[in-house]
């Protein structure tokens, strides 16, 4: 079993919808949980991190954690084009899942 | 502006041929890694330092080797490069927080070891 797994898409959604990215993790005492957005041919950002169970949103995005299921995940509400790019979720900030590619269809 | 930067960007080399790829950052951070990403697979960490002098070996350190001499800079040396080690690098500085960490990334180095 991967330690962070993540579906790998692609994911393609309309403009204007919720896109929902998830992620599972192996290690029941990881802390830190962070989500990155990679374009095609560039390196990774960072978009999101949640310490704590719930959900943390920041603009269109929203992470939500639940340490009891060894889940987060990433909300992008009111997709746009731009957000198009694979998302890659990490767990204590270095073990890192394969990533899921996100489409957002105008 | 704060950077990681990364050299060369592209690189084709034979195997055996030693090289190195450099990696500076302007952010004073102590915390910095080396990674390699390969389709399906992701980003897996092959080194880290923790602070100058302070070195340790990540998920996938087989065939690399690094030296963290001063702060902004962090090295990755392939003694004897293979086949194998033909992938996408990525050297990356962290600001530990609060209010969170945040780890930078350099642009990438595309390796091919022919």
């Known amino acids: 079993q991967k330690e962070v797994e993540q579906n790998s898409g692609p994911l393609s959604v309309p403009e204007g919808a919720i896109a929902s990215l998830n992620c599972t993790y192996s290690?029941?005492?990881?802390?830190?949980f962070f989500w990155y957005r990679q374009y095609s041919g560039k390196s990774p950002e960072l978009i999101m991190s949640?310490?704590?169970?719930g959900d943390k949103e920041d603009g269109r995005f929203t992470a939500q954690l639940n340490k009891a299921s060894q889940y987060v995940s990433l909300l992008i509400r009111d997709s746009q084009p731009s957000d198009s790019a694979t998302y890659l979720c990490?767990?204590?900030?270095?073990?890192f899942g394969a990533g899921t590619r996100l489409t957002v269809k105008p | 502006e704060a950077q990681v930067t990364q050299n060369p960007r592209y690189l084709i080399t034979v195997t055996g041929k030693k090289l190195t790829v450099t990696c500076s950052q302007n952010?004073?951070?102590?915390?910095m890694s080396w990674y390699r990403q390969d389709p399906g697979l992701g980003l897996r960490q092959i080194y880290y330092?923790?602070?100058?002098?302070?070195?340790d070996k990540g998920d996938v350190p087989e065939g690399y080797k690094v030296s963290r001499k001063e702060k902004r800079n962090f090295p990755l040396i392939l003694e004897s490069p293979s086949p194998n080690q033909t992938s996408l690098y990525f050297c990356?500085?962290?600001?530990?927080?609060?209010?969170?960490?945040?780890?930078?990334f350099g642009p990438g180095t595309r390796l091919t070891v022919l």
């Open positions: 990356a500085s962290t600001f530990t927080g609060p209010p969170t960490d945040t780890q930078y």
């Open positions: 290690d029941r005492g990881s802390q830190s």
């Open positions: 949640i310490y704590s169970n």
């Open positions: 990490a767990v204590n900030d270095m073990r």
């Open positions: 952010m004073n951070h102590e915390y």
């Open positions: 330092s923790m602070n100058v002098e302070v070195t």
